[in-house]
């Protein structure tokens, strides 16, 4: 017998679970630390999201097998959110599935669509189910850029010059995670025609849809005219509505790969939890005001953390979505690497952050920052910040 399985041994060691590992250790030491390492909302959900779960939860019928591609109801809020905020009409049939979260989307996606040797486009740094659940299925990823800039645009073109078989799958998140970079809608426009031309499959994951900031609203793939020929978008309930551990989402668009998703789901679920899946229907349906004031609420963290950790010695760009900051390391300990700078936060500023590298190598160099802790606490971290760069000679304009 060989030592590991086929698919084990195509997966590297999680670079961010030793961080984590030296966060649990630390917290089961009585030390105070600071979480902004894990994107986990510290939000509630809204109360009628809530009291929904409860009601349909207390009825005998409601406790059997769901629908794996998710209760009607559900998949037409979904249409109705398409078409309230994008413009963009959707067959809640045909063209919608509810997932259990948009990281299980793409990895039943990438299961349906995929033939071992595929070559898959993939951002570099990227959230890791955007390559690891095409990896999982057997394909070769070829990075691609995350920035949206010309070299973007090139490093598509070559690799549809150069590689061999040609890749089928290009994979794009923006709002993107980790470095929370956004695209207009000629982006989109430009990346519909390119995916044409070539023949090529877009999954959009776009699980950041809410978090805007500066009254710049995020776009959708869907938006352009003729997109559902070439395009699925993946959405999420974990961070417009606090409902992260309720494990809600959604795929939308093409019906072939909408299709293909469906069935191979159909054989993997029973779907979500039926009160789970009307409590979502409450969030889509019902009152959104919670959606602004959480919208809110995260560009006032981001503007106080961007001031106090600058005047504690580390400058930070304020980022224009998502509830992330993708920090460059301050110039002098640059040569630390992300991983050795975030265990050195962690032991000696007791703040916990990703290091950049657990999201591909061209993730090295920086840390990507969660605004999930409130005000008081991110002044804090930037006060242990501070004593830490003043420790390591790193000159601090903190008064």
């Known amino acids: 017998m060989e030592d590991e399985f086929y698919r084990i041994k195509r997966l590297p060691p999680y670079v961010i679970a030793e961080v984590n590992a030296m966060r649990h250790a630390a917290r089961q030491a009585g030390k105070d630390i600071i979480d902004l390492g894990m994107g986990n909302p510290d939000l509630p959900p809204p109360q009628h999201v809530i009291d929904k779960l409860c009601e349909v939860a207390q009825k005998p019928s409601a406790h059997g097998y769901s629908q794996s591609k998710g209760i009607p109801g559900l998949r037409r809020a979904q249409a109705n959110y398409y078409a309230n905020r994008f413009g963009a009409e959707v067959d809640p049939e045909r ?33 890791p189910i955007h390559t690891f659940g095409f ?17 973007y645009w090139r490093s598509l073109d070559k690799a549809m010059a150069f590689t061999v078989p040609r890749p089928s799958i290009l994979v794009v998140n923006y709002p993107s995670n980790p470095t929370a970079e956004t695209v207009d809608l000629a982006f989109y426009e430009r990346l519909v025609a390119w995916a044409k031309e070539n023949k090529v499959w877009i999954l959009s994951d776009l699980a950041y849809s809410e978090l805007y900031y500066d009254g710049n609203p ?21 961070k417009t509505y606090s409902m992260a551990g309720w494990r809600m989402g959604f795929a939308v668009g093409n019906q072939k790969l909408i299709a293909a998703m469906t069935r191979v789901k159909s054989y993997l679920d029973y779907g979500a939890f039926t009160p789970i899946q009307a409590a979502a229907c409450a969030a889509l349906n019902g009152p959104q005001d919670i959606v602004e004031r959480n919208r809110q609420l995260y560009q006032k963290r981001r503007d106080v953390m961007v001031e106090a950790f600058g005047r504690s010695g580390w400058d930070i760009p304020p980022p224009k979505a998502s509830m992330f900051a993708w920090a460059p390391l301050p110039p002098a300990l640059r040569e630390m690497g992300s991983l050795e700078f975030s265990k050195e936060l962690l032991t000696h500023a007791g703040v916990a952050v990703a290091p950049g590298v657990g999201y591909g190598e061209d993730g090295e160099g920086f840390v990507r920052i969660a605004m999930v802790e409130n005000e008081q606490r991110l002044r804090q971290a930037a006060r242990n910040i501070r004593r830490y760069l003043t420790s390591k000679g790193v000159n601090s304009s903190a008064a």
């Open 95 to 127: 063209e919608v599935v509810v997932t259990m979260g948009s990281k299980e989307g793409l990895a039943s996606l990438a299961t349906a669509i995929t033939a071992p040797g595929d070559v898959v486009l993939a951002p570099n740094p990227s959230y």
């Open 135 to 151: 990896i999982i299925a057997g394909a070769t990823i070829r990075s691609v850029p995350t920035t949206p800039d010309e070299n």
């Open 218 to 238: 995020t776009r959708s793939i869907l938006e352009v005219p003729g997109a559902k020929d070439v395009a699925v978008e993946f959405t999420s309930m974990s």
